[in-house]
C-alpha cells in the first residue's frame, strides 16, 4: 500500500486528458484528498467511476457561483492548485476566451482569496509556435495571467501529448483509423512531431508539486518523429490494417472546411491542419534529470497507450 499523503489538491478541468491520467498516479502514489472541478458532464462521469473517493464538482469555471455552490470555497485550504482546465479545440473563437481566460481570471481571484501556496499551471508549447490561432493566442494570455498572480508557481509546457483517455489528437486518429480502409496524410506528411507521453507529464506535474519546484520549463517529447511515421507507429500499436494514404494539402483542407459545414464541433479542424503543417522545433530541457523522471521510449509509450486492457478502451468525449 502506498504512503498516505496529506494536503488537499484542487485540480481545474480534472476530467480531461492529463486530469484523468494525473488522478490516476495521485491516488497509486498515496494522495488522498483529491479535489477535481470540471464542467463536461460525461468526462466526469468516468473520472467518478474510477475514482470514487474523489470529490468531484461539475461546475463551470467562468462562473464565480451557480446559485448551488460556490466552487472558490473548495480552494479554503488548498495546498496545491493544479490548473489544468483549458480549451483545446474548437471553431468558435469565444469558447476559447471564456475557457482559457475568462475561467482562469476568476480561478486566480479564487486562489489569491483562499491564499493558495502553490500552483502547477499547465500551460502549452504553442505559447513558443509560429502558429497563430485561437488556441495559441488564448493559451498565451493565460499563461501570462498565472505569472502574474504572485503565488508560487511552476509552469509547464507541453508538445503534443497522448496516452490513456485521450479523446482528440492521436487518441482520435487512432480510432479513426481502425474504422477507415484508408488513412489519409495531408501532402508529405514529413511534419516534424515532438509527442509526449501523458504518463510521463503526469509524472513530472507529481514531482513538481512535492518539491514546490518554480519557474517555467518546456517539456517536449525527446524523440523526433515525422508526422507519417507517428501515425505509422500508431498503427503498429493499435494492429489497425488501414492503408496510410498521401492526399495533396488542398483537398485534405477542402475536405476539413466541408466536414466544418456540419460539425460544430469537429475532432480535427482547418486550424489544426495549419498548426499541423507549421514548421516549428521546440526546445528539449533535460527533464528526466531536472524532475527525476524517466522518459518512457515512444513506441513503449504508444504499446501502453492502446494496448492497455482497461484504460485503452476509455474515451472521453468532446
Known amino acids: 500500500m502506498p504512503e498516505t ?3 488537499k489538491i484542487v485540480v481545474t478541468g480534472g476530467a480531461g486528458l492529463v486530469g484523468q491520467n494525473l488522478i490516476l498516479r495521485l491516488e497509486a502514489k498515496g494522495f488522498t484528498e483529491i479535489v477535481v ?3 463536461h458532464p460525461t468526462n466526469i462521469r468516468i473520472l467518478e467511476e474510477y475514482h470514487p ?3 468531484v464538482l461539475h461546475r463551470d469555471l467562468a462562473e464565480t457561483n451557480d446559485g448551488i455552490h460556490s466552487w472558490a470555497e473548495e480552494f479554503a485550504g488548498c495546498e496545491t492548485l493544479i490548473i489544468a482546465h483549458a480549451q483545446i479545440g474548437g471553431i468558435i473563437g469565444a469558447e ?3 475557457n482559457n481566460i475568462v475561467a482562469t481570471e476568476r480561478v486566480l481571484e479564487a486562489a489569491v482569496r483562499y491564499k493558495v501556496p502553490y500552483i502547477v499551471s499547465i500551460s502549452s508549447s504553442v505559447v513558443n509556435s509560429m502558429a497563430v490561432d485561437n488556441y495559441t493566442e488564448t493559451k498565451k494570455a493565460q499563461e ?5 498572480c504572485g503565488i508560487p508557481q511552476v509552469t509547464l509546457r507541453p ?3 497522448f496516452g490513456w483517455f485521450d479523446r482528440k489528437h492521436l487518441g482520435w486518429l487512432a480510432r479513426f483509423m481502425k474504422r477507415v480502409p484508408v ?3 495531408p501532402g508529405s506528411g514529413r511534419f516534424l512531431r515532438q509527442p509526449l507521453f501523458a504518463g510521463d507529464f503526469c509524472e513530472i506535474i507529481i514531482s513538481a508539486l512535492l518539491n514546490k519546484t518554480t519557474g517555467t520549463y518546456n517539456i517536449t517529447g525527446l524523440e523526433r518523429i515525422d508526422y507519417i511515421d507517428l501515425i505509422r507507429a500508431v498503427k503498429k500499436a493499435t494492429g489497425a490494417v488501414a492503408r496510410i494514404q498521401r492526399v495533396p494539402y488542398s483537398l485534405f483542407k477542402a475536405l476539413l472546411k466541408v466536414n466544418a459545414l456540419v460539425d460544430k464541433n469537429p475532432a480535427f479542424t482547418v486550424g489544426q491542419l495549419e498548426a499541423l503543417v507549421t514548421p516549428d522545433v521546440f526546445e528539449v530541457i533535460d527533464w528526466p534529470g531536472i ?3 524517466r522518459a518512457t521510449p515512444l513506441q513503449q509509450a504508444l504499446d501502453a497507450t492502446f494496448r492497455d486492457p482497461m484504460y485503452s478502451q476509455v474515451t472521453l468525449d468532446f
Do not use: E, N, Q
Open 5 to 7: 499523503r496529506r494536503g
Open 37 to 39: 472541478i470540471d464542467k
Open 53 to 55: 473517493s474523489v470529490r
Open 96 to 98: 476559447f476566451v471564456r
Open 144 to 148: 501570462g495571467l498565472v505569472a502574474a
Open 159 to 161: 508538445t503534443l501529448m
Open 183 to 185: 488513412f489519409p496524410i
Open 291 to 293: 524532475f527525476g523522471v
